[in-house]
């Protein structure tokens, strides 16, 4: 059974260009949340979805947006990409009370 | 603001010994609390889940939680190189229906042979 899913693995952008991160969430789990972790730092909540629709939303500027889809799977969007923007993204499923499970991450570099 | 507070380490302990994490959390109202490790280079892999007070224990690991001084903890019982990792203290908020993960800034754990 796949765990959890995110591509691409590894990406290099430009400053003030836009990218787009996928997540597909273990099969039969419905939540998906997106995390952004810098180095030395734990990952930061950016937001949760819930059965497509958005539960919570972290501390993070409008740039930063997401979506679920009829799969569950989700994409994160990050718009003017900052060097600031730099870190590991994260993209955890979960069902029930468990545990969150996730995904191997997508390394952002912006240049 | 929610917090979750871990030392950043290292703890260095030599290889068979017990490790002993531990983190404090200011959200009373927290009803799950998780402990991550997580390679360099890696992303956090889940290896204990705590929801009442007392001890959990799952092979090698013991995570232990105290509500009333808001303290969980994590033992390592015979330590091997391969312990070595960083290790994130996780707590689960509840905040108008969304459900989100409060990390520490993780504790760096080394086992030495």
């Known amino acids: 059974d796949a765990g959890v899913t995110q591509s691409p693995t590894h990406l290099i952008k430009t400053r003030g260009q836009h990218v787009t991160l996928r997540c597909s969430p273990i099969s039969g789990h419905k939540s998906v949340s997106w995390y952004q972790q810098v180095l030395g730092q734990g990952p930061q909540f950016i937001f949760q979805y819930y059965e497509k629709e958005e539960r919570g939303r972290g501390n993070f500027p409008d740039r930063f947006s997401a979506r679920q889809f009829p799969n569950y799977s989700s994409e994160l969007n990050v718009n003017a990409l900052l060097l600031g923007d730099s870190a590991l993204y994260l993209c955890?499923?979960?069902?029930?009370?468990?545990?969150?499970?996730f995904g191997s991450g997508t390394r952002l570099t912006v240049v | 603001q929610k917090e979750v507070e871990q030392n950043s380490g290292p703890l260095s302990v030599p290889e068979g010994a017990i490790a002993s994490l531990n983190c404090t959390y200011s959200d009373r109202v927290s009803q799950s609390f998780f402990w991550y490790r997580q390679y360099s280079g890696k992303s956090p892999e889940l290896i204990m889940s705590?929801?009442?007070?007392g001890d959990k224990e799952d092979g090698r690991f013991t995570a232990q939680l105290n509500k009333a001084s808001q303290y969980v903890s994590l033992l390592i019982r015979d330590s091997q190189p391969s312990d070595s990792a960083t290790y994130l203290c996780?707590?689960?908020?509840?905040?108008?229906?969304?459900?989100?993960?409060?990390f520490g800034s993780g504790t760096r754990l080394l086992v030495r042979p």
């Open positions: 955890a499923s979960r069902q029930g009370n468990y545990g969150y499970t």
């Open positions: 996780a707590v689960n908020i509840e905040e108008d229906s969304s459900y989100k993960l409060i």
């Open positions: 705590i929801y009442s007070n």
